[in-house]
């Protein structure tokens, strides 16, 4: 898969989480793309792809301050075309039935959108556990 980003706002997304790994004594991995990932639980049912619609449920905090923005109170599907980049490149990393912590970039996140609770080129941090791959 190839993207289409800021190469300046990359570096700067890349180098703030990379500090903040190092600080936290986080081991993740690094995708190519600049995404950060932790596989807490691989899982043993399909492995998504962009085509599928995933059942997750999922917490977001501001990777900055530790802010939650974003919680699913019950499963929820969604299409994972549908959904931002950072989720398209990290789900496929698990199978049905795992977990994984994604350190999403602003630019495969919401970029220089400012959103209720998320400012523009916000750092994410994902814990999402995959339920269910249709």
């Keep these: 898969m190839e993207f289409n980003v800021d190469p300046t706002q990359l570096a700067k997304d890349i180098d703030a989480i990379d500090a903040y790994l190092a600080d936290s004594s986080i081991t993740a991995v690094k995708d190519p793309t600049g995404l950060r990932y932790v596989v807490n639980q691989k899982g043993t049912g399909i492995e998504p792809t962009i085509c599928n619609v995933v059942t997750v449920d999922y917490k977001a905090i501001l990777l900055k301050n530790g802010k939650l923005v974003d ?46 609770g998320i400012p523009q080129n916000s750092n994410l941090i994902f814990t999402i556990n995959l339920l269910i791959t249709n």
């Design 71 to 116: 919680e699913s109170t019950n499963p929820v599907s969604f299409n994972l075309a549908g959904l931002i980049t950072g989720w398209q490149i990290g789900l496929p990393k698990i199978k049905t039935g795992g977990a994984i912590t994604l350190y999403i970039p602003s630019v495969y996140a919401y970029g220089d959108s400012n959103l209720p």
